[in-house]
């Protein structure tokens, strides 16, 4: 390994580094927005979603290059391999927090509905996941990308409580029925970014163990 | 390009469509189960599951094979990182076939619910955008990929459409409700069946264009 293909990954790291920070800080953003249902906190989210598009682009191009400049075998060609899998991942997870921002708009509109689903522990299991998979990732700890996998199952089980409980609203309130299927699908939308963070501890684990942890085979 | 590398890149190619016709299958037999309700087809597309995870595994370890034994540059390394991208696409195509499947599960409970929504017409405009989106990947056809994205238009109007009616039918029968949920969700599903294909399609055209079409810049 050259010393300029070691300064390469570092960068490259960095930066998957900083687009999960910015992706992070939207998933935080939407969580204040379930809560406050502020639709210009919303908007803000909407329109800056570019921002997160257009560093997965510069990601993606950064590991091309990287690769046809330093052709790595191995650990290193693996690494870049789960880097642009896991950009990907990153990049979708910001459009659920975009789908998050457009239900609070939504919702935005009915200020006086009596029902209401608590998605904190949700959002904060599912941010988390977000953060700690990432840190699994930097770290390369396989520990942390398996805590990962198994806070999934709460996520799903909170959101199975959400469809519960919504349905029988929807059963008793069939007049606010625009509204609570916002508000059910927003629980869609935060399993979605718990799944994709998944995506990211797997890819880790695949990365350290070079084995397939992916499909539920470790189990 | 040596002969064994071409020899590998086609070995490549039919791989992933080998993948993609199994993918499709299984889109167009979760479609005929949702005509049908037929709770058996619905245990068969979510037992072979496993085959498209397999395969998946196998495409990518490939790829990384190709990327270490060939180390190729320019056009066949952006190929090679299009194909793990649309490896992992059709994968989760796989999974939505699966998810519709649960959704036909639940519905066949109750036969005698006499609200319908016909998606025959979502459902062949989603496997349309499949089948054309790999069509441009083998031929490297650059207007057949950007008629795959424009289509995705067509899903996003039936899906308005399904919701509206669904909505209004939960209103009016909310005893139906458990139901219904599940018929509203199916659109869902069918809608991010068309959006991996229109990611198929944009890397295909990122391919061919080497320039950036993601995220609505070709727009």
Known sequence: MTKHFVRELEKL???????GALVEERVYLAIKGIESKDPDLAT??????????ETEVEIEEECLKVLALYQPVAIDLRFIVAVIKINNDLERIGDEAVNIAE?????????????HFDYTEMAE??????????????????????????????VDNIQGNAYLQIKQA?????????????LYLISRHLERVADHATNIAEE????????????????
Chains 1, 2 share one sequence.
């Open 103 to 115: 239900r609070i708009q939504s919702m935005a509109k009915y200020p006086n509905i009596s029902f």
């Open 170 to 182: 929807m059963r008793e309130h069939p007049q606010e029925m625009t509204y609570l299927i916002n």
């Open 13 to 19: 790291k960095k930066k998957i580094l900083s687009l």
């Open 44 to 53: 803000r989210i909407i329109r800056s979603d570019y921002e997160i598009d």
């Open 125 to 154: 299991i599912a941010a988390a996941m977000l953060k700690q998979s990432l840190d699994a990732l930097v770290n390369l700890d396989i520990d942390t990308a398996f805590r990962v996998i198994t806070m999934d199952d709460d």
């Open 204 to 219: 880790v684990i695949y990365l350290i163990e070079g084995e397939i942890v992916r499909h539920g085979k470790y189990l």
